[in-house]
């Protein structure tokens, strides 16, 4: 699903790719398997104008902008980072039909995890065209109508 993440099509299960740590129901937002840290933007953007002159200063205002950082609880990897308002949940990235994907892996006949590597790793591959074949026929040409 992503670099670290993959789902497991039997348990249907969010699993980190690093440890294989569960992070919970497929059907659901693996961020609510994860370590979160929710940081004042300012520790990451720093000012630009000094604090003490001007009010506007080219960092993120922490009372208008957090930075939630989600982490593998078995590793640590760092899975995924967001900009949020403070007070709002976590964003749900990522909502899969796990029938719909479990169908298509079974027409192609083998599991995902040995077909597709797209990290972490040194065997990892971004050219994904030999191992999808004829299921790869996604174009982003502005020109194609396909």
């Known amino acids: 699903m992503t670099e670290y993440l993959i789902i497991d099509l039997d348990t249907e299960r969010w699993n980190c790719k690093v440890c294989d740590q569960d992070l919970g129901d497929a059907r659901g937002n693996y961020k609510e398997g994860t370590l979160v840290y929710d940081r004042?933007?300012?520790?990451?953007?720093?000012?630009?104008?000094?604090?003490?002159?001007?009010?506007?200063?080219?960092?993120?205002?922490?009372?208008?902008?957090?930075?939630l950082e989600f982490y593998c609880p078995g590793c640590g990897t760092q899975l995924e980072t967001e900009y949020v308002p403070p007070g709002h949940p976590p964003t749900v990235d990522m909502l899969w039909d796990i029938d719909s994907l479990r169908e298509t892996?079974?027409?192609?006949?083998?599991?995902?995890?040995?077909?597709?590597?797209?990290?972490?790793?040194?065997e990892a591959v971004a050219d994904f065209t030999p191992a999808l074949g004829s299921y790869n026929t996604h174009n982003h040409s502005p020109h194609s109508f396909s």
Do not use: M
Not at 41 to 65: G, M, R
Not at 105 to 121: A, F, L, S
């Open 105 to 122: 892996w079974i027409k192609r006949g083998t599991k995902p995890e040995t077909v597709i590597n797209y990290g972490p790793g040194e």
């Open 40 to 67: 004042d933007p300012t520790e990451i953007h720093q000012s630009i104008l000094d604090p003490e002159k001007y009010e506007f200063t080219f960092a993120p205002d922490p009372t208008f902008c957090r930075i």
